[in-house]
């Protein structure tokens, strides 16, 4: 597509259920990050994908958050016994490579709310 | 660690007015340089960058210069408008991961008219 898609867009969902969302990068891009925007606050990196290379999970902040990553297309991002400290904006993000300078590219977000 | 400290807002300023938002970061080695915005409803966009020392980003009217004596990425515009309100984020992306970009807490601007 022309640019990086997520969905959904908004999600509201009980605390403690788990909760899945998707990220489609754009198209020959290589490299592929989430990121988590709470309220106020600046991006917190939590994972990246690059080709069929292991992913940096250095930035996830529990056990109950995973990503997976089919090839250099699909991610999804699960959060399993949401809590309310969850809800946030999770961003997804793509580049060409993970070449110094390289711009990336940022989808609209998926809007999570725990209630 | 990199880390980038951004002025913070909110900053309020009237139509035609002189922007100025504050960066400064540190980081290993040699770091790009980012301004990201986002407007209201909208996911984020790169404004323009800079890839090394003295270098000019600019885009939109928007402009900032690479300092890398201060360690500084200020953010400018010379006349605003409504139309760039909106939250503005400085961030780096630095030899030392440069698999991730580290952002500031961002800026909210509104101009009003």
């Known amino acids: 597509g022309a640019g990086v898609s997520q969905s959904p867009s908004n999600k509201v969902t009980e605390k403690g259920k788990d909760v899945e969302l998707r990220c489609d990068p754009i198209?020959?891009?290589?490299?592929l990050y989430w990121y988590r925007q709470r309220l106020g606050q600046g991006l917190e990196f939590l994972i990246y994908f690059q080709g069929n290379s292991a992913p940096d999970k250095s930035g996830l902040p529990s056990d109950r958050f995973s990503a997976e990553r089919t090839g250099e297309s699909v991610s999804t991002l699960t959060i399993q016994r949401t809590q309310q400290e969850d809800s946030a904006v999770y961003l997804c993000?793509?580049?060409?490579?993970?070449?110094?300078?390289?711009?990336?590219?940022f989808g609209e977000g998926s809007w999570l709310t725990v209630v | 660690g990199d880390s980038v400290t951004q002025m913070e807002g909110p900053v309020t300023l009237s139509e035609e007015a002189f922007l100025t938002i504050n960066c400064t970061y540190t980081a290993t080695g040699y770091p790009s340089l980012f301004w990201y915005v986002q407007y209201p409803g909208e996911g984020l966009q790169l404004l323009l960058k800079a890839t090394k020392a003295d270098d000019k980003g600019s885009n939109k009217g928007f402009e900032a210069t690479y300092r890398k004596e201060t360690t500084s990425f200020h953010l400018e515009k010379g006349s605003v408008q409504v139309s760039d309100s909106a939250v503005y984020f400085c961030?780096?992306?630095?030899?030392?991961?440069?698999?991730?970009?580290?952002f500031g807490s961002g800026t909210q601007l509104t101009v009003l008219p």
């Open positions: 961030a780096l992306s630095s030899s030392g991961s440069a698999r991730q970009l580290t």
């Open positions: 993000a793509s580049s060409p490579s993970p070449n110094l300078g390289n711009t990336i590219y």
């Open positions: 198209s020959g891009h290589t490299a």
